[in-house]
């Protein structure tokens, strides 16, 4: 039997072709938005931080073997390692964002330039725009103002993201929820253990187009 492929766009259908060898994206109606490469090639970001599949607006879930959704309201999938990170892409056929992917879709420009925060180029200091002076994460899209030019949310603050497909490109981006002067969109989380888990720290899932 034949199969086809779903292709979707920030919710909108672009594309039905037939399915590769390579893994089905299982979760056609998870929202994401696809961007222009550096290189001119297209890829795909989710729109969500990325959740585990139990998740709930209350609670992060439990279940560790399934891959990775990206919907609003549902507490990020954080304590997890670079490697269960990527594992969780990978199982529906996408994987991590890359870093300059990453950082070209928080800032809303393609290579150099954009704006500094994920919302503009002024820091919010009352840091209410994004989940950047709390004591706890917050459910996806929970802050209506903390989205990029592209539509995304939450890639100043709430929790890091990791980025990087190789061990050696491996970083985390962005801010967390205490990050009140680090959530830039080139933020670095310094001296991070790529093996080691965090409260603070999650991710979210590009694909290739």
């Given at each position: 039997?034949?199969?086809?492929?779903?292709?979707?766009?920030?919710?909108?259908?672009?594309?039905?072709?037939?399915?590769?060898?390579?893994?089905?994206?299982?979760?056609?109606?998870?929202?994401?938005?696809?961007?222009?490469?550096?290189?001119?090639?297209?890829?795909?970001?989710?729109?969500?931080?990325?959740?585990?599949?139990?998740?709930?607006?209350?609670?992060?879930?439990?279940?560790?073997?399934?891959?990775?959704?990206?919907?609003?309201?549902?507490?990020?999938?954080?304590?997890?390692?670079?490697?269960?990170?990527?594992?969780?892409?990978?199982?529906?056929?996408?994987?991590?964002?890359?870093?300059?992917?990453?950082?070209?879709?928080?800032?809303?420009?393609?290579?150099?330039?954009?704006?500094?925060?994920?919302?503009?180029?002024?820091?919010?200091?009352?840091?209410?725009?994004?989940?950047?002076?709390?004591?706890?994460?917050?459910?996806?899209?929970?802050?209506?103002?903390?989205?990029?030019g592209n539509a995304t949310f939450d890639q100043s603050g709430n929790v890091w993201e990791w980025t990087g497909n190789t061990r050696g490109a491996a970083t985390a981006r962005g801010g967390a929820f205490r990050s009140t002067q680090?959530?830039?969109?080139?933020?670095?989380?310094?001296?991070?253990?790529?093996?080691?888990?965090?409260?603070?720290?999650?991710?979210?899932?590009?694909?290739?187009?």
């Open positions: 039997m034949s199969c086809l492929r779903l292709v979707l766009c920030a919710g909108t259908v672009l594309a039905l072709g037939a399915c590769s060898d390579t893994p089905p994206i299982l979760d056609v109606n998870d929202p994401e938005i696809c961007l222009n490469r550096r290189d001119g090639a297209r890829y795909c970001i989710e729109v969500y931080e990325a959740s585990r599949e139990d998740a709930t607006e209350t609670a992060g879930g439990s279940d560790e073997a399934s891959f990775s959704r990206s919907r609003p309201g549902r507490v990020p999938w954080v304590n997890v390692t670079w490697a269960a990170a990527r594992s969780a892409c990978e199982l529906k056929g996408k994987r991590l964002c890359d870093l300059d992917e990453w950082v070209d879709a928080c800032d809303g420009q393609v290579g150099d330039g954009g704006t500094v925060f994920t919302y503009g180029d002024a820091r919010d200091e009352s840091n209410m725009t994004c989940n950047t002076g709390s004591g706890a994460v917050e459910p996806t899209g929970a802050r209506a103002m903390c989205t990029s680090t959530h830039a969109c080139e933020n670095t989380l310094m001296n991070i253990d790529l093996d080691g888990e965090s409260a603070e720290v999650g991710f979210r899932c590009c694909r290739d187009v």
